[in-house]
């Protein structure tokens, strides 16, 4: 039953193997208390009747007389008293002359050895069906001008003695069972104290980031330091693997960009020189399908990135005015070939966060909105800075949102009125992810005249 108890396939916790260990190490701790309280008591009480048993026999052995007729003895009644005294008790006793019995129980175990003195010679025997305590005392005296050995024995049987043993035992193990139960909630403070450092470290990695593959320096038990070392050692390996992979990320976005660039300008050389009309529509396909790729590709680049820097997070103060400036300046051409009107009201603002991932940031935005608004429409960009938190707002006048936007920001999620207008389904998730990384938040709603309302919150420096 015990080993079942410890089987570790049907213990679901560590608290509960721990107070059920203490448990049944209580209950070993009792019996053996039990036993050896019962064994010291056993030989305290026959110590003390040995003691007793000495006194009685001495004194009855010293009340004996020589007289002319012999001897004369005068038994002490007193002593009878005092040896029953301890319960109730049989007493047997037996005096000899040279060996032959006077008067008593003749039939009396004798001692193992003569006893030639005053000294008592204790033993043990079994006596008419009860296990007898004796001790016999011997000594020279002058019989019909001749000196005999005299020897006096007494026995007393052991009930009183074994009941004080058990009882004392007794006594003991109802106090160490009384102390076990209330040791118990001390046990289950105990296991709660022994586990509160892995429950610390449970909430240190708890609290991380989904990104955040730093070592675990948090301070533990030396017999938690195993299982740190292990844990590192895993985010190590984990991390280097998150590494290789962004790696191969970049190494095959830059690969696949720069062919799809070339392949794109020969397509559109071969387009402005061929006059054939189904020609023309391949090679417009050709050139779309390009172009969507190559996006596609710096899109993938771009979310990379964020991920990379993010791990390498550290915030350095940014002008989010300039960088909102600069974004409107690149996205210039774009809107003027669709004919689209573009507005800002930018107040300066200074954060402290990562100037790359900003700008990929505000990139995706703005190419969002120049992408879905309505041709000949309109984008409104505004970058406000109060109470601590700085918040960017990208608005566009297109299709809107047929979708839950709480959908669209997971990644290679696109809504379901894009049409035919490209892209990969990442602006969002890396927009997200930014804010994320800024401690900030994304938020994606109708606009109020219709159309889409992007806002980047960050806080401000």
Same mark, same amino acid.
Request: aromatic share 4%; charged share 20%; proline share 5%.
């Given at each position: 039953?015990?080993?079942?108890?410890?089987?570790?396939?049907?213990?679901?916790?560590?608290?509960?193997?721990?107070?059920?260990?203490?448990?049944?190490?209580?209950?070993?701790?009792?019996?053996?208390?039990?036993?050896?309280?019962?064994?010291?008591?056993?030989?305290?009480?026959?110590?003390?009747?040995?003691?007793?048993?000495?006194?009685?026999?001495?004194?009855?052995?010293?009340?004996?007389?020589?007289?002319?007729?012999?001897?004369?003895?005068?038994?002490?009644?007193?002593?009878?008293?005092?040896?029953?005294?301890?319960?109730?008790?049989?007493?047997?006793?037996?005096?000899?002359?040279?060996?032959?019995?006077?008067?008593?129980?003749?039939?009396?175990?004798?001692?193992?050895?003569?006893?030639?003195?005053?000294?008592?010679?204790?033993?043990?025997?079994?006596?008419?069906?009860?296990?007898?305590?004796?001790?016999?005392?011997?000594?020279?005296?002058?019989?019909?001008?001749?000196?005999?050995?005299?020897?006096?024995?007494?026995?007393?049987?052991?009930?009183?003695?074994?009941?004080?043993?058990?009882?004392?035992?007794?006594?003991?193990?109802?106090?160490?069972?009384?102390?076990?139960?209330?040791?118990?909630?001390?046990?289950?403070?105990?296991?709660?104290?022994?586990?509160?450092?892995?429950?610390?470290?449970?909430?240190?990695?708890?609290?991380?980031?989904?990104?955040?593959?730093?070592?675990?320096?948090?301070?533990?038990? %030396?017999?938690?330091?195993?299982?740190?070392?292990?844990?590192?050692?895993?985010?190590?390996?984990?991390?280097?693997?998150?590494?290789?992979?962004?790696?191969?990320?970049?190494?095959?976005?830059?690969?696949?960009?720069?062919?799809?660039?070339?392949?794109?300008?020969?397509?559109?050389?071969?387009?402005?020189?061929?006059?054939?009309?189904?020609?023309?529509?391949?090679?417009?396909?050709?050139?779309?399908?390009?172009?969507?790729?190559?996006?596609?590709?710096?899109?993938?680049?771009?979310?990379?990135?964020?991920?990379?820097?993010?791990?390498?997070?550290?915030?350095?103060?940014?002008?989010?005015?300039?960088?909102?400036?600069?974004?409107?300046?690149?996205?210039?051409?774009?809107?003027?070939?669709?004919?689209?009107?573009?507005?800002?009201?930018?107040?300066?603002?200074?954060?402290?966060?990562?100037?790359?991932?900003?700008?990929?940031?505000?990139?995706?935005?703005?190419?969002?909105?120049?992408?879905?608004?309505?041709?000949?429409?309109?984008?409104?960009?505004?970058?406000?800075?109060?109470?601590?938190?700085?918040?960017?707002?990208?608005?566009?006048?297109?299709?809107?949102?047929?979708?839950?936007?709480?959908?669209?920001?997971? %990644?290679?999620?696109?809504?379901?009125?894009?049409?035919?207008?490209?892209?990969?389904?990442?602006?969002?998730?890396?927009?997200?992810?930014?804010?994320?990384?800024?401690?900030?938040?994304?938020?994606?709603?109708?606009?109020?005249?219709?159309?889409?309302?992007?806002?980047?919150?960050?806080?401000?420096?």
């Amino acid at each position: 039953m015990m080993r079942g108890l410890l089987d570790p396939t049907r213990i679901v916790s560590l608290r509960r193997r721990l107070v059920w260990q203490f448990l049944l190490l209580s209950a070993v701790l009792v019996l053996g208390l039990f036993l050896v309280v019962g064994w010291v008591a056993d030989r305290a009480s026959r110590a003390s009747q040995d003691a007793v048993l000495g006194a009685a026999v001495t004194a009855i052995t010293e009340g004996i007389r020589s007289v002319d007729e012999g001897l004369e003895l005068d038994l002490p009644y007193a002593t009878f008293s005092m040896l029953g005294a301890m319960g109730d008790e049989r007493i047997f006793y037996l005096l000899t002359v040279a060996g032959q019995g006077v008067t008593g129980y003749e039939d009396l175990p004798p001692p193992p050895s003569p006893a030639t003195d005053m000294t008592p010679v204790f033993y043990g025997a079994d006596y008419r069906g009860a296990r007898l305590r004796l001790a016999s005392v011997g000594r020279m005296m002058l019989i019909q001008n001749r000196l005999q050995p005299v020897t006096v024995t007494l026995g007393q049987t052991r009930l009183g003695q074994a009941a004080i043993a058990r009882d004392t035992a007794r006594s003991a193990a109802w106090a160490a069972l009384g102390f076990m139960l209330l040791a118990l909630p001390v046990a289950l403070l105990a296991a709660q104290a022994v586990l509160q450092p892995i429950r610390t470290l449970a909430d240190v990695m708890g609290r991380r980031g989904p990104r955040d593959l730093r070592p675990v320096r948090h301070a533990t038990p %030396r017999e938690l330091t195993p299982l740190l070392r292990a844990l590192n050692g895993l985010i190590a390996r984990l991390r280097a693997a998150l590494e290789l992979a962004e790696t191969f990320i970049f190494e095959a976005a830059h690969r696949i960009r720069t062919p799809l660039s070339l392949v794109r300008a020969e397509a559109e050389l071969a387009l402005a020189e061929t006059s054939d009309e189904a020609t023309r529509i391949r090679l417009r396909r050709m050139v779309r399908a390009i172009g969507e790729s190559s996006r596609s590709a710096n899109q993938i680049l771009d979310h990379a990135m964020v991920m990379y820097r993010t791990d390498q997070y550290a915030a350095a103060r940014v002008d989010l005015a300039a960088l909102a400036h600069d974004g409107l300046r690149a996205i210039g051409p774009i809107a003027e070939m669709r004919d689209i009107r573009v507005t800002h009201d930018i107040a300066p603002c200074l954060i402290d966060g990562d100037e790359r991932m900003l700008e990929i940031a505000l990139r995706n935005l703005l190419d969002n909105a120049i992408k879905y608004a309505a041709p000949e429409g309109h984008v409104d960009l505004t970058l406000t800075c109060a109470d601590g938190q700085a918040c960017l707002i990208v608005s566009d006048d297109g299709r809107g949102l047929s979708d839950d936007p709480a959908q669209l920001i997971g %990644r290679f999620r696109r809504g379901g009125n894009v049409g035919d207008t490209g892209g990969s389904g990442l602006g969002l998730t890396i927009v997200t992810e930014v804010a994320h990384a800024h401690r900030g938040r994304f938020q994606l709603k109708p606009g109020h005249r219709g159309g889409t309302c992007a806002l980047l919150h960050l806080p401000s420096a």
